[in-house]
DNA sequence: TATGAATGAGCCTTCATTCAT
DNA sequence: CATGAATGAAGGCTCATTCAT
């Protein structure tokens, strides 16, 4: 039924170039003021006309860019795990010797949270949001597969005799912990670089498991 | 009301003779996608969205061929109504007796069952929406119009001894609803012809109101 | 979880019968004040406020009587068609002959017309918000319900050698279109009687269905 | 602030002994169960009616037991913080060494884990809820007690040269980030037991702190 | 003409809280 | 103390229309 009326000169043409570009970097815009509200309102708290302001846009303006605000929610979390997704599982597709591999783990969480600061606040923060909703499965999908392929380096590593862990979930989740927890004091710009961090974590926590 | 459709004496200026024709012939389509739109959904469930959709035109695009939503059903009802209310208002000035005047009227109501189908739902569902907006007087006064000319013909009846009827008023109103409830099933295409429906509705209201 | 605190004493006895009884006759104030306005503006054109208008209510008190505008809607049809149906299936069981059947029928629906003459007005008017609403599922069953008892009597009657009728379905629906369109100039307290109505249109539709 | 726990004093007057204790005990139900929603659901997202089916109370039954939500969730961080700072600042004044000081701490903060777990949650999740709000500067103030208290604890063993930290401010976050996070695995009836969860704890930071 | 970003009034609904009984 | 009807502010979202490009 759609485009009926358009004369087949003008048919394929679409959007153009420069339209679709300013509209996305428009949307990267409400994205990141969203994102930068969320993490110091929290995402019930934020309400649209929060988003109004942090934006700058009016509210039907602001609509043209997301279709809800759980829509913004999603791709906050799209945003900050698909990035450490395929760097996690491309460590763990690698040769690397496991102690290396879980260093490397490491160090990508410490990127996330170099580069994803806020959007780590918010993931952090909302999870409760996310698990009580039938809507975000996605998103729980998302974080259930971070926490098996570093359960899967981990177990690699027991196999291989590298460590010993009574509880490999546990441990998981300890490590996960740790980093997700150092974003409340963790700031890009502070004394220490993130490459700092990752080892120093992953110091402790190798130290935790290696098989001695 | 603002942009009604240029009348002719304007057409020798600005816009040459093929652009005018090309603009006539795209309003033409926005209003048949319309009118399909209309007595699909209602009126007021449409949305330009769904015009857009429909036409195939962009929101600005539309908005060229129409001042505004409002103004499409207007233009609806004219087109049903003003070749309706001529056919009738001939066959009230021509010399008939009062039953072949009747059936006459009766083929009239039949053809614009016939050929403006989708206008005929409209306006059969959308009264509501025009009664109470004072914008649409102009449509009630068309409608009162047929009315008026309808019930003259039935009143000449019962003075020259053809019909007997207790209240003119009321066999007006059940003329046209017969026919209007007919647009429930009645299809152009259909088994039944517009003349059979005609012929057939005119033997039983005749058949009520001939005097005995 | 519920009522963990309350102490046994109190523990059946629930909402008192008054206040129990209050609710509910200011729950069908609620529902008669929304007939009528539906009725007059239709749903869809019905807003929150014409509601707090019309019962007296302020908006959270209104919504203490109702979950949401859909729920009104549903509620009215309920109240037309159940004792409709339920007079129409009676007719059906009993051992009528087919002409007496039909007029009984129409009987019934003359009486929907008198008491119930606002949800007439709306389920008319509202068939195509329901129609295309998944929600309504329910009331588009009673609908069809309606539909087939009433198909059931006709067969019967052809069955039998009553009648003479090339399209049942159409039969049905003419039948059905004739007392609904009745709603348009119909009045409880007007001069022709519900019963009269209802003797008149079935002679109507006896004559026409009727084995010559 | 309205309707504050009413002192012992006013105790011999109106009320008897037995119905005050009857409040008493009501109140403390109804203060536990909003621990367990707002631990479930948070603050923001529980509504009157999750308190409501919780507690099964009424409406207005449960306004009797506070005087509105927010005051709930102060009373739950004060019966969380009120004990911990006490055993924190017994520890402080008591002359324990460094080390063994701040061993101390962590079984006083394993054992708020393990008694308050769902009040623990509540301070963990909402603290964003608290630090927004201006009513709620008190439990602010309990909060950056706690952290002094701490700090001056760790400040003492760098000045009697048991640690040597760089930023003591870091070191306390640090630790109880530590402990913090634990709630998000830690059970009360789990595997590991409060005190091996504090001794693992002090066991890290210590060898984290010591001057080596 | 055509585009689509932007506007802002207005809609339905939720919810903490009050208060007459 | 208890009830539950009522309040009304506020929230998320829709949509017809305008307008700079």
Known sequence: MARKLKSPAMADRGPTQRSRARYDSRREEVLVAATRVFADKGYDA??????????????????????????????????????????????????????????LVGHALAHSLRDYNDEMIVFLHEWRTIRNNPEWEEIRQMRRDLEHVIERILRRGVADGSFEIADVRLAVLGLLGMFNHAHQ??????????????????DIFLAGVTRR
Do not use: C
Not at 47 to 72: C, F, P, S, V, W
Not at 83 to 93: N, T
Not at 185 to 202: C, I, Q, V, Y
């Open 185 to 202: 004091w963790f700031r890009p710009d502070g004394r220490m670089s993130a490459e700092e961090l990752a080892d120093n974590f992953a």
């Open 46 to 103: 934020t309400t649209i006309d929060d988003l109004i302001e942090a934006t700058g846009l009016q509210r039907g303006g602001l609509y043209h860019y997301m279709a809800n605000k759980a829509e913004l929610l999603a791709e906050i979390h799209h945003r900050l795990m698909k990035p450490l997704l395929a760097e996690v599982e491309q460590i763990d597709v690698e040769p690397h010797d496991s102690p290396t591999a879980v260093r």
